[in-house]
């Protein structure tokens, strides 16, 4: 059973540059969220789905997009990255709308 | 908009004390109530969940935590603390049934004395 898997690991980008986190969860749920977590501040949420073919902001979306694929996938693209965006960050999955409840192990990501 | 609160940044206790973690909500009706647990480099596990009824929830790993309405808490306990147990602990509200309403408070490091 992988759950919601997380590619890659880490990753370092140059400011300006663009990439995407990917994530996929194999346990059939209707919800996925992107989160990151930086120190002394918890998780905050910065994309949700509800269900396929639905995406909605969430606290801080700023210099974000998603894309649901799917109903396994769930990506988070950087357009232009930015020193500010060097963080963890987590996907998660959960049947109930709303309760994340699965998490993925994190992407590290270090914006020079 | 609601809001948690976890007053302890960093908490240490010798293997085989008891534990509280403490949290506090603030939100206007009752909210559903969760703590997870972070191990150091993976992502979040959900020990337990509140939404209605019986206000003392048990949890995985022996793990249990108490709704008090009057005193906007919903505090983590175990009775003896395993040195497997020292992680980052978040605890989070919901108000509503929307993703974008799930608050996490900023955490508790536990740390674990041999």
């Known amino acids: 059973n992988a759950g919601v898997t997380q590619t890659p690991k880490f990753q370092v980008l140059k400011t300006g540059q663009s990439m995407t986190l990917q994530c996929a969860q194999d346990?059939?749920?209707?919800?996925m969220y992107w989160y990151r977590q930086d120190p002394g501040m918890g998780l905050r949420l910065i994309y949700y789905s509800a269900s396929e073919g639905t995406t909605d902001k969430g606290e801080v979306p700023n210099g974000y997009n998603v894309s649901r694929l799917n109903k396994r996938e769930f990506s988070l693209r950087l357009e232009s990255a930015a020193p500010s965006q060097t963080s963890v960050y987590f996907c998660?999955?959960?049947?109930?709308?709303?309760?994340?409840?699965?998490f993925g192990d994190g992407t590290r990501l270090s914006i020079l | 908009a609601q809001s948690v609160t976890q007053p302890d940044i960093h908490i240490t206790v010798s293997e085989g004390a008891s534990l509280e973690l403490r949290c506090n909500y603030s939100y206007g009706a009752t909210p559903y109530l969760f703590w997870y647990v972070q191990s150091p480099g993976q992502g979040l596990q959900l020990l337990l969940k509140?939404?209605?009824?019986?206000?003392l929830v048990q949890g995985i790993k022996g793990f249990e935590a108490e709704f008090k309405r009057s005193q906007s808490s919903f505090n983590l306990r175990k009775p003896s603390v395993h040195w497997s147990d020292a992680a980052e602990y978040f605890c989070a509200v919901v108000a509503g049934n929307y993703g974008q309403n799930f608050v996490f408070g900023p955490g508790t490091r536990l740390s674990v004395l041999p």
């Open positions: 998660a999955s959960s049947q109930e709308e709303g309760q994340p409840q699965h």
């Open positions: 346990m059939n749920h209707n919800s």
């Open positions: 509140y939404f209605s009824g019986d206000t």
